[in-house]
């Protein structure tokens, strides 16, 4: 392979004025976690009232959590990207619409919504689907004590289903993680995007992408840890993953 | 809101956005769902194969694959792909890829880290009596899981690795970042031509919907058909 190694460029200075460019691709990094972040709380809060919807006896509740669901799943994450940040201004009313295109740093608002959303879904998915493996019992001896179903919920079915489904969820975060470069369309320069920008520059392809590589393997070991940590803070006892 | 929409824009550039995009998109769909396929296997195998070292590599390129997001993983490729051309060939010079065979190089690569997962899973939902019936049989190792083991894990496995492939449909839409002609991006061309990007991405936003809805339902279908049977 006839190709110049040079694995110093990391400490050459960068051409957009401020430092070299590693603290390019680090800056890119803080970008991604705080995108992926915003992302996840989004994804979280939305995910769990969809998943909870699609549970309630109520038949308008779970119709209208399917819609959100097969909505946000049957289209392209990087076409809801373009929906929310081209589309979307344009719909709206004239003031509104011009507020959104000259909002700063309008990317990153329209990556951690777009993401989050899209995320959501997945998130109400495995809700439901951990909601689902409990026990009949379990709500029935929540009715049975006198507790209203948002009490049931509250305190008896989502503290258990968060638990069993903490697995799935820290792939689901890893995945919102990943999904963020697709923001890369929008003009959102995290990990990836830098990694680009300075193969760009440097013309050194191998070296800026092995350093982002590198980066998001670095960023996939914490959260895994973390999760796991969390996971062995949060075990239920009695169940396998418990004591 | 629809007033100043212009929906001839749709009609007139139908034979580029179906003839040229769709049809990249659902052969990149097609041959890529193949071939990671054909590799997943490999993968999977591999994986629960009795040589750990064997194991060990493809643990860590389904642990790498799955740990990237795609778009760089596109990057890689595509400025990878000539070099190892170069490299295989002999060439003088890393030796030109086309737009398709380096995107389908890295979606087969990409999703056979997916596949390979998904058919892991499959085959240890296999009961171990069912191998163990067919070694008691005299059969061989190859032939036990071709014509034992296999053929069964494909059919449990068939509605994940279908719902596997239309996320991969969905994926195919990232090779817009190497301004490749695809579905998205023939729309997204005609759309920055025409000034009429709210009509071309609401147009793409509709087929990309109907497409995954309808093949999803097809899932489900076939996923109730199957269990009934099992």
Same mark, same amino acid.
């Given at each position: 392979m006839n190709y110049n190694w040079n694995w110093g460029i990391f400490w050459q200075p960068s051409p957009n004025g401020t430092g070299n460019y590693l603290d390019m691709l680090l800056s890119g990094l803080v970008l991604t976690i705080e995108t992926a972040l915003l992302a996840w709380i989004i994804a979280l809060v939305i995910g769990t009232i969809v998943g909870v919807m699609r549970t309630l006896p109520s038949k308008t509740a779970s119709a209208i959590g399917f819609c959100y669901v097969e909505f946000f799943r049957n289209i392209p994450l990087l076409v809801q990207l373009f929906l929310w940040f081209f589309v979307l201004p344009e719909l709206l009313p004239r003031t509104a619409g011009l507020w959104l295109k000259q909002m700063p740093n309008a990317p990153f608002w329209t990556a951690s919504i777009g993401v989050g959303l899209f995320m959501s879904v997945r998130v109400a998915e495995q809700l439901r689907a951990g909601i689902g493996s409990l026990p009949r019992g379990q709500k029935m001896a929540a009715t049975a004590l006198g507790l209203t179903t948002t009490q049931a919920y509250r305190y008896v079915l989502l503290p258990i289903a968060f638990r069993v489904i903490l697995p799935p969820l820290t792939s689901e975060f890893l995945s919102t993680i990943k999904n963020t470069s697709v923001a890369i369309t929008i003009g959102l320069i995290e990990l990836t995007g830098q990694a680009r920008a300075m193969q760009e520059f440097s013309f050194q392809v191998f070296e800026a992408f092995t350093a982002a590589t590198v980066l998001y393997l670095l960023v996939n070991i914490v959260v895994v840890i973390g999760m796991r940590l969390l996971e062995r803070q949060v075990a239920i006892p009695g169940y396998i993953s418990g004591k | 809101m629809f007033s100043n929409f212009d929906f001839d824009v749709i009609r007139r550039s139908l034979g580029y956005l179906f003839l040229d995009g769709m049809t990249f998109t659902l052969t990149l769909t097609a041959l890529s769902a193949v071939g990671g396929l054909v590799l997943g296997t490999l993968l999977a195998l591999m994986r629960l194969s009795g040589f750990k070292l064997l194991g060990r590599i493809a643990g860590l390129y389904v642990d790498l694959m799955r740990s990237l997001p795609l778009v760089l993983v596109i990057f890689w490729f595509y400025f990878l792909v000539p070099y190892i051309g170069q490299w295989l060939t002999g060439a003088s010079r890393p030796i030109k890829v086309g737009a398709f065979a380096s995107s389908l190089i890295t979606f087969i690569m990409f999703e =056979?880290?997916?596949? @390979?997962?998904?058919?892991? =899973?499959?085959?240890? @939902?296999?009961?171990?009596?069912?191998?163990a019936a067919a070694y008691a049989l005299g059969l061989t190792y190859r032939q036990t899981m071709s014509y034992v083991v296999l053929p069964q894990?494909?059919?449990?496995?068939?509605?994940?690795?279908?719902?596997?492939?239309?996320?991969?449909?969905?994926d195919t839409s990232l090779v817009y970042v190497l301004s490749i002609p695809d579905f998205l991006g023939a729309a997204s061309k005609v759309a920055q031509r025409d000034g009429r990007l709210v009509e071309m991405y609401l147009f793409a936003a509709v087929v990309y919907f109907a497409i995954s809805s309808i093949a999803s339902y097809g899932v489900r279908r076939l996923q109730a058909r199957i269990s009934i049977v099992r």
């Open positions: - | =056979a880290a997916y596949f @390979s997962e998904i058919m892991r =899973a499959g085959i240890q @939902s296999i009961s171990k009596g069912q191998p894990a494909f059919r449990n496995m068939l509605p994940v690795l279908l719902t596997q492939t239309i996320v991969l449909f969905q």
